[in-house]
């Protein structure tokens, strides 16, 4: 399976492509800057750039894609969208490293997590943007998308630990009640799911049962 990964010099995207390297994949880093993961081959291209002929025998895109400045959440939207037009009516799977901030709180699906008093006012706006992201995916049945989103706190730091717990659309918690995930630990639940092929054109997300 040859896979390629956007915005691959992030923390999350160097952690994917160890670890789809790592299953024996074949992964293609696709950079803006010059290459800083432990990939085997790299294209250093502004990532608004790429077109349909850049994935071209490819399996599946997984986009790291993220902003943090306020000024460029508009961003997670605008990306989402081209790479999803680059994508249209193939076969190539586009993956999505997503937010927590659109899950549910119960299965009526009528309140997500950004809208409840307790969610934490300085990520509203990008958790926002995010959701926005995801709702121009469920309009898009040209593509092979799916979004995942990693749990409340998702940490940077956090060890590996191979053990990972995946749910749906409704914000779940592990064995302690926590809603964690490290950043290793969720890109082995990305990987898996390029094997797994269990959620095209859907969402789901993942919790740590260690830290």
């Known amino acids: 399976m040859k896979i390629a990964v956007v915005a691959a010099n992030g923390r999350v995207g160097r952690l994917v492509v160890k670890e789809a390297v790592d299953k024996g994949y074949e992964v293609v880093a696709f950079v803006r800057?010059?290459?800083?993961?432990?990939?085997?081959?790299?294209?250093e291209k502004d990532i608004m750039d790429l077109k349909s002929e850049?994935?071209?025998?490819?399996?599946?895109?997984?986009?790291?894609?993220g902003v943090w400045e306020e000024k460029k959440f508009g961003q997670q939207s605008t990306v989402i969208e081209h790479l999803a037009d680059t994508l249209s009516n193939s076969e190539t799977r586009l993956l999505i490293v997503g937010g927590a901030g659109s899950l549910y709180t119960d299965e009526s699906l009528k309140i997500q997590l950004i809208d409840t008093p307790e969610f934490p006012k300085e990520y509203l706006a990008l958790a926002t943007a995010s959701s926005h992201s995801l709702d121009l995916l469920r309009k898009r049945e040209d593509v092979k998308w799916t979004y995942l989103s990693p749990a409340g706190f998702f940490d940077a730091e956090g060890i590996r630990t191979g053990e990972y717990k995946l749910g749906g659309e409704v914000a779940i918690v592990n064995s302690k009640g926590e809603s964690?995930?490290?950043?290793?630990?969720?890109a082995i639940a990305m990987v898996d799911e390029l094997k797994n092929q269990s959620y095209i054109q859907?969402?789901?997300?993942?919790v740590g049962e260690n830290r």
């Open 180 to 186: 964690y995930i490290s950043y290793a630990d969720f």
């Open 33 to 43: 800057n010059e290459d800083k993961t432990l990939g085997i081959q790299a294209v």
């Open 54 to 65: 850049d994935f071209k025998g490819f399996d599946a895109v997984i986009s790291a894609f």
């Open 202 to 206: 859907k969402r789901f997300s993942v």
